[in-house]
């Protein structure tokens, strides 16, 4: 009978975050603000029926699980005086729990609490040897005691004390045994790997040095649009906080350039129309902040890569003589500018619809180039540091 609750409790599919009240009623909704709910000692829900934010300690609940397929379960530990939340790694005839890093197993309703490996120096002062010793390993033989148990004697031995490990060899036994079970963790990935597309507008704001009075350099736009393509790296089993994003961009930067100066012999005035692209490769780091239901917030720290092309279609050149007013015009490139560098990049983002199958970002990115090169030729040459903005918002699948 207990099997079939757990069966029935586990099937949740795509419906979300789930709490089991003592009533044994499933209800649906969202957790609020918790990442890690391996030693959560109370769980705040919102109920998607009427949007109701309530606290559950243990006491209030049979379990709750997750939309990423975690199961947790109330129980009394006999070292806790009061009962915890427990996760469920593997429920059946011998589930396995997990608290605190340490793994119980429910053997018939008796709870055996598996104690970790430890080492011991062994022999005098002069010749000390130091043996390592797994007591879990033990505590499994006697548990397991049978011909299912002795057919697995060689794997039991060679155990590690890690939740895959463990459950391997519970799934082994009841698959011997012809025993109904969930392995609760085998529906879990290790990460979950989600295709995104990108679209957004960026805005450069670009300083020259050295900075002179008498040269003026103004470009018609300073906002161009991107568009990029990646992958998202998030919903780590062990590091529920952090994702990675990795893209690759392309940002149209055709422009227009009036350019000005001056000095005692005359003055230089030039137009240049260009055609310039970026390919940019951004990559990052994300750290969730706060998770508000489905929407969680968070902060990337990484760079950005960026190799631009420059072609010019069109550039004219007056130069005028202040001793005699003659008025030169050539049409010749007079700026060049291919940039191939790196970076340093931060991002603060939303992630709507969080766990579920689609889902979107919102983004504000900023990064910093410095001592990029341009050649104002053949007047000079001039530094330039890019300070950009971006606005992006991405599907992700």
Same mark, same amino acid.
């Given at each position: 009978m207990l099997l079939l609750i757990l069966l029935s409790i586990s099937s949740y599919g795509q419906d979300g975050d789930f709490v089991v009240l003592p009533s044994q009623e499933k209800v649906y909704g969202s957790m609020v603000n918790t990442f890690d709910f391996t030693n959560a000692k109370s769980v705040n829900f919102r109920n998607s029926s009427d949007q109701a934010v309530n606290q559950y300690m243990p006491s209030d609940l049979i379990a709750f699980g997750l939309d990423n397929g975690r199961y947790f379960k109330s129980i009394h530990l006999p070292e806790e005086n009061e009962k915890v939340f427990v996760q469920v790694i593997l429920s059946g005839e011998k589930s396995l729990y997990k608290y605190k890093k340490v793994f119980y197993i429910d053997d018939d309703g008796k709870l055996v609490?598996?104690?970790?490996?430890?080492?011991?120096?062994?022999?005098?002062e002069s010749n000390t040897q130091r043996s390592n010793f797994k007591p879990f390993v033990n505590t499994?033989?006697?548990?397991?005691a049978g011909d299912c148990g002795n057919s697995l004697v060689v794997t039991v031995?060679?155990?590690?004390?890690?939740?895959?490990s463990l459950a391997e060899i519970l799934s082994k036994y009841h698959e011997c045994e012809g025993l109904e079970f969930i392995n609760h963790i085998q529906e879990i990935p290790l990460v979950r790997i989600s295709p995104m597309a990108?679209?957004?507008? *960026?805005?450069? $704001? /670009?300083?020259?040095?050295?900075?002179?009075? #008498?040269?003026?350099?103004?470009?018609d736009r300073n906002s161009f649009p991107v568009f990029q393509a990646g992958v998202r790296f998030h919903q780590i089993r062990k590091l529920p906080r952090l994702a990675f994003d990795l893209s690759v961009a392309y940002m149209n930067r055709d422009n227009t350039l009036n350019y000005q100066f001056?000095?005692?012999?005359?003055?230089?005035?030039?137009?240049?129309?260009?055609?310039?692209?970026?390919?940019?490769?951004?990559m990052f780091v994300d750290y969730q902040l706060f998770k508000f239901g489905s929407v969680g917030t968070y902060i990337g720290l990484g760079g950005i890569v960026r190799n631009t092309s420059f072609e010019v279609d069109y550039a004219i050149v007056d130069y005028t003589l202040f001793f005699n007013s003659v008025t030169t015009v050539t049409e010749e490139q007079f700026f060049f500018n291919e940039d191939r560098d790196f970076a340093p990049a931060?991002?603060?983002? *939303?992630?709507? $619809? /969080?766990?579920?199958?689609?889902?979107?970002? #919102?983004?504000?990115?900023?990064?910093?180039?410095?001592?990029?090169?341009?050649r104002v030729w053949p007047y000079s040459d001039s530094t330039y540091k890019q300070f950009t903005v971006a606005f992006l918002f991405s599907i992700i699948f």
């Open positions: 609490k598996l104690n970790s490996s430890y080492s011991q120096s062994l022999g005098a499994l033989n006697l548990i397991l031995m060679g155990a590690k004390y890690t939740e895959n990108t679209a957004g507008l *960026a805005f450069l $704001n /670009q300083d020259y040095y050295p900075i002179n009075a #008498s040269k003026v350099m103004v470009f001056e000095n005692s012999e005359g003055l230089t005035t030039g137009t240049q129309v260009y055609r310039s692209s970026s390919i940019l490769v951004p931060i991002k603060l983002g *939303a992630h709507i $619809n /969080q766990g579920k199958k689609v889902g979107l970002l #919102s983004e504000l990115q900023f990064d910093y180039q410095s001592k990029n090169t341009v």
